[in-house]
């Protein structure tokens, strides 16, 4: 055989050096994989020519690996250096001829390239399907597949797809930045940080400062990996609801089957990507989610990968890993100006980018501005170096002190000149807040009185669409699709997006008529679209895209009554949808104006606080609401009287405070008064009326009469169905007081059946985190776990535990009771531990909040007081018991459930401190009076009786503790079931105990 063909075809079977440039990574990923199949050893590498170094050296440091080199070829692999079109045919001309048959090339562009390219003989696989492209690249490669060969052209499992094909499903990306420049080492980073995480920890975050460039590095991420994922879906994450909004919107398009309530889209979703069906390989892409502490619990979480943009390094808190995106260097600086501005040369480009500090959004813009003018450079320069330096902390050249600010400036004073309208779009879009505006909230909604200029802009659709043309030309905004759901109305799904500093700077180049002219115009444009519901859970999204622009807007400090109604209908849907801190946030804004636009005593001022006091309410600042709100209270009684809603509102606030506190007497007093007003004022079957009467029920729950609990809550249900509908949240949380009655009574099979429901239903309405949900959830949890059904209650309280601590943070109260009961889960089942540790917690946070004497802080004493006995601390456990039920009944007295179960616990530390004569006397008390408070059957009656049983054996007393064993065993069978624990436990005669429960007060 002759040497050259001998040659040949062992370069065909010979390993293969695929060199590329970083932009065309998805091809080189494409053709390895295709070698693959064929049995060929394939080597990815990325072509890296500094302007240091020799583009000839870079061709033979190739040739010294094994086997062919084959190039892809595009235009972006002779931008790398950057060389000129004549240095590149030179370096082509000597390295490629000598080694002819170790090159080949195939080429991926339509764009000219070198003329030397041609000694490469490049298969042309541009604008091909994908058999196509193979059989030409096979074909280049002399590699001729055997009969029986895999022909398939798809990527295989986890195979990467044929770069001309999208994704199955792909959303909002945003169009890939045909100037973006280097990065590569970035790049490279973020995608190694995605192959080394372990399955549901692909997390990576972008962080950096504003303008840094971040966005596109995400984008750019997006399509040079983007044929290693089957869904790619971008979400705009500035804001929790839009967060919430966009990543439900991901449902339809995964082809889930749900129905149309906003917060079964958002689990279905959460859960398609946690099981990886019906796609394993999913990116989402979380951009500028600068509030990890808002959105960290919507994270998706399963077996694909999750990229966050961000300013704020406070994801690396949350389970992230940080990469962190520095300014350019200069030699991408001055690339990317070349490419922003051809008629720059290289020193032109390189006095911009050191004048602008090498931020990423400044020389865009900048160089933009350069392109599209004859201006000099230096006298451009001198323009910046003379403007107001309004951007503190820009890091600049040393040698003069610059802002982007003053950059954009300039830029301003060109636009207005060029299309005002662009301006006037920019002035009203600067009272928006910084994040996505949606387009919808502009133009489809009907606003009379507007400035003429504004009149005419959202009015005429040609106007509107060359202004928008002309701030993405100056790189201002973004024009992007916003992903919606089906049955929104077709063509209000486009946003607007503009930098934080171009807001700033926009504001700053306003005068103060001005400001108050568009200001004015965005809160009538806010006030229209508030819906006016803010309790129906189905317009929850609508009011997500309010809310971020109260402040931005001045919406807090109008005076236009129209505006603060919204304003006020916002804080209730903050309260309702479980977002009590950004209400807060909102409410202490609003609290420090209003006074100064109001008359003393106007009602909008009594609404503040209401709303105000309701949401710390949820956070458990009750001290402090309880001073508001009996001021307010008081107050208003003095100057309206009783008969008066807005007094009979204040008497509800204060009540809910008191029965926080422990004061459960005085709480149901002002409750029972609270309920005849509303009920004489506005009538019985009011949702005022009904929600006094479900407070009552509360409050007798927590006063220990359960049964009278029960009735009011199953007519306040009952109720709340005919006047609402079965999947109002009102409606949802009496099921819930329902089945928790149905619990505490003991009629565990019962209140498991309605739970059950009452959970899907609100996880489908309301969403798997929101609060209510979660209480929904603990009341399932402890329904399993009193049922019996340990191994389901042990997996739920586990998983709550996690999703409170993340979506509610620590010192939350339902945060705080999931705490207090997982702890005595722990401690029953042997983790004394984690039950100690738990249970400490709680403790602290409750003596804390609440103090020593709160029927809490005894309960939750007590619990650990059993968790001493458990881990052998027998002295200490004793007086933690024993003062746990002294707190109790001087608390609630000798009757309530909770002390009889603080009783029943101190009969046991009684009787292993070898006390058994005051044992048993405790035990029969609490037996005769568990009897009496609870009735014969009640699961606690039970215990005590077996617990008194045990006392009397120790004092030798059998025939009676015999026979009041064999009862309460029967009684345990025939109520409980016979192989229930609490009836194994008897029969095997371990001695009872209660654990304490805290309510949601």
Request: with cysteine; net charge negative; proline share 5%.
């Amino acid at each position: 055989m002759p040497a050259g063909r001998s040659t040949a075809a062992a370069l065909a079977r010979g390993p293969v050096t695929i060199s590329f440039a970083g932009y065309n990574r998805a091809w080189a990923s494409w053709i390895g994989s295709r070698l693959e199949r064929y049995g060929v050893q394939v080597v990815l590498q990325r072509l890296d020519i500094t302007p240091e170094s020799s583009i000839e050296d870079a061709f033979n440091d190739l040739l010294l690996a094994e086997g062919r080199v084959l190039i892809v070829l595009s235009e972006w692999y002779f931008r790398l250096g950057p060389r000129t079109t004549e240095e590149w045919n030179a370096a082509l001309r000597r390295v490629v001829p000598p080694n002819s048959e170790r090159f080949a090339a195939v080429s991926v562009t339509p764009a000219a390239l070198p003329s030397a390219v041609a000694a490469l003989g490049a298969a042309d696989l541009w604008g091909l399907g994908a058999a196509e492209a193979e059989r030409r690249l096979l074909g280049r490669l002399g590699i001729t597949p055997s009969r029986g060969s895999s022909g398939d052209t798809l990527a295989g499992p986890g195979g990467p797809r044929f770069p001309l094909e999208q994704p199955d499903v792909w959303g909002g990306v945003p169009r890939r930045n045909t100037r973006f420049t280097g990065r590569e080492e970035l790049l490279g980073e973020m995608h190694s940080a995605f192959q080394q995480a372990q399955p549901g920890a692909g997390v990576v975050t972008l962080f950096g400062l504003s303008g840094v460039g971040k966005t596109h590095i995400a984008t750019e991420y997006v399509y040079r990996f983007g044929t290693e994922y089957d869904v790619v879906w971008w979400v705009r994450a500035a804001e929790r609801g839009t967060l919430r909004e966009k990543l439900a919107g991901l449902a339809p398009a995964l082809g889930l089957v749900t129905g149309r309530e906003y917060g079964e889209r958002l689990r279905a979703v959460r859960d398609a990507l946690r099981r990886g069906e019906p796609y394993l390989r999913w990116l989402v892409v979380l951009d500028g989610a600068d509030q990890p502490d808002d959105v960290h619990d919507l994270v998706p979480v399963g077996p694909g990968h999750v990229l966050i943009t961000s300013q704020n390094r406070e994801w690396g808190e949350h389970n992230s890993a940080l990469i962190e995106v520095p300014v350019y260097d200069r030699v991408e600086s001055v690339a990317f100006v070349r490419r922003r501005a051809p008629r720059l040369d290289e020193a032109d480009a390189n006095k911009l980018a050191e004048a602008l500090g090498d931020l990423a959004l400044a020389l865009d813009q900048n160089a933009g501005a350069l392109n599209d003018s004859n201006t000099p450079i230096d006298e451009y320069l001198e323009l910046l170096r003379h403007g107001a330096d309004i951007e503190p902390g820009l890091k600049v050249a040393a040698d003069f002190q610059m802002t982007y600010y003053t950059a954009f400036s300039i830029l301003l004073n060109r636009l207005r000149e060029d299309k005002p309208e662009a301006v006037d779009l920019l002035r009203l879009c600067v009272f928006f807040a910084p994040g996505p505006i949606p387009v919808r909230l502009l133009r489809d909604l009907t606003i009379r009185d507007l400035p003429e200029q504004l009149s005419g802009l959202l009015s005429d659709p040609l106007l509107w669409t060359s202004a928008i043309s002309k701030l993405q030309q100056w790189s201002v905004i973004q024009s992007d699709p916003q992903e919606t759901a089906a049955e929104e109305t077709i063509g209000t799904n486009e946003v607007l997006q503009m930098h934080r500093l171009v807001y700033q700077a926009v504001r700053a180049d306003m005068p103060e008529e001005d400001q108050s002219t568009y200001s004015r115009v965005v809160r009538k444009i806010l006030a229209v679209a508030d819906p006016g519901r803010p309790a129906d859970t189905r317009l929850w999204p609508r009011y997500a895209e309010i809310v971020p622009h109260l402040a931005s807007s001045g919406a807090l400090e109008s005076t236009n009554p129209e505006i603060q109604v919204m304003v006020l209908n916002c804080l209730r849907y903050l309260y309702l949808s479980g977002e009590y801190r950004s209400g807060m946030q909102i409410a202490q804004i609003a609290a420090e104006h209003w006074p100064n636009l109001l008359e003393p005593g106007h009602q909008r001022l009594w609404d503040l606080i209401h709303h105000q006091t309701n949401l710390m309410r949820a956070t458990g600042d009750y001290r402090t609401t309880e001073a508001i709100d009996r001021a307010a209270y008081e107050q208003l009684l003095a100057t309206r009287g009783d008969r008066d809603l807005l007094v009979i509102r204040a008497a509800g606030n204060l009540a809910a405070d008191l029965r926080s506190l422990g004061n459960y007497d005085e709480a149901l007093r002002l409750l029972e008064l609270v309920r005849e007003g509303y009920s004489e004022l506005v009538g019985a079957q009011d949702s005022r009326t009904l929600s006094a009467q479900n407070n009552i029920a509360l409050t007798y729950r927590l006063l220990g009469r359960y049964e009278e609990a029960l009735r009011l809550d199953q007519d306040t249900m009952e109720a709340r169905r005919e006047l609402l509908r079965d999947r109002h949240n009102w409606t949802l949380s009496s099921e819930n007081s329902f089945a928790h009655d149905l619990r505490l009574l003991g009629r565990y099979e019962q209140a498991t059946s309605v739970q059950e429901r009452n959970c899907e239903v609100h996880r489908t309405v309301m969403g798997a985190d929101h609060p209510q949900t979660l209480r929904a959830e603990h009341n399932l949890a402890l329904c399993y776990y009193r049922g019996g059904d340990r191994p389901r209650a042990a997996e739920l309280l586990a998983r709550l535990m996690e999703r409170c601590e993340r979506v509610l943070g620590d010192l939350d109260p339902l945060t705080l009771r999931v705490a207090a009961t997982f702890s005595s889960f722990e401690r029953e089942h042997g983790n004394l531990d984690r039950a100690r540790e738990l249970g400490e917690f709680a403790l602290s946070e409750y003596r804390t909040q609440l103090g020593e004497r709160h029927p809490y802080t005894a309960g939750v004493l007590g619990n650990h007081g059993l968790i001493l006995r458990a881990a052998g601390e027998r002295q200490q456990s004793q007086m933690e018991i024993e003062t746990s039920l002294v707190t109790m009944t001087g608390a609630l007295g000798e009757r309530h459930p909770w002390t009889l179960g603080c009783a029943l616990n101190a009969t046991g530390a009684r009787n292993f401190a070898g006390d058994p004569e005051s044992a048993a006397e405790l035990s029969r008390v609490t037996a005769e009076r568990a009897t009496d408070v609870l009735g014969k059957t009640h699961p606690l009656t039970l215990s005590c009786r077996v617990a008194l049983a045990t006392d009397l054996r120790n004092l030798r007393r059998r025939p009676e503790a015999d026979k009041i064993e064999e009862e309460a065993l029967a009684a345990l069978s025939a109520t409980l079931g016979p192989q229930h624990p609490h009836t194994v436990a008897a029969r095997s005669r371990t001695r009872p105990y209660w654990d304490f429960e805290p309510f949601s007060s």
